[in-house]
């Protein structure tokens, strides 16, 4: 089954950092040659304009996401997957 990511693309969550999360989360499957696994789509508003930059992974919410913690949700996410 396909991961889902969905990262918030409102203007709040946009202007406060989420244009680097998407570049993070890119680049996160890329490397790994998983991107075909995931689906990534963009919403336009969480309705937690206030603790964004929002992010959703397999329907877990997070907020104020940076990307270091972007990085870190992905590695443990996807940690979780790998049987062993």
């Known amino acids: 089954m396909a991961t889902d990511i969905q990262i918030c693309m409102g203007s709040s969550c946009f ?12 680049e996160f499957l890329r490397e790994r040659g998983i991107a075909a696994n995931v689906v990534l ?5 969480f309705g937690r304009c206030s603790r964004g930059p929002h ?9 104020q996401v940076d ?3 972007c990085l870190d ?5 996807f940690q979780q997957e790998t049987p062993g």
């Open 15 to 26: 202007s406060r950092g989420n244009q680097h999360n998407l570049a993070v989360i890119r």
């Open 41 to 45: 789509r963009g919403g336009l508003c």
């Open 55 to 63: 992010l959703v992974i397999d329907g877990t919410h997070y907020e």
């Open 67 to 69: 990307p270091n913690l």
């Open 73 to 77: 949700l992905l590695r443990r996410h």
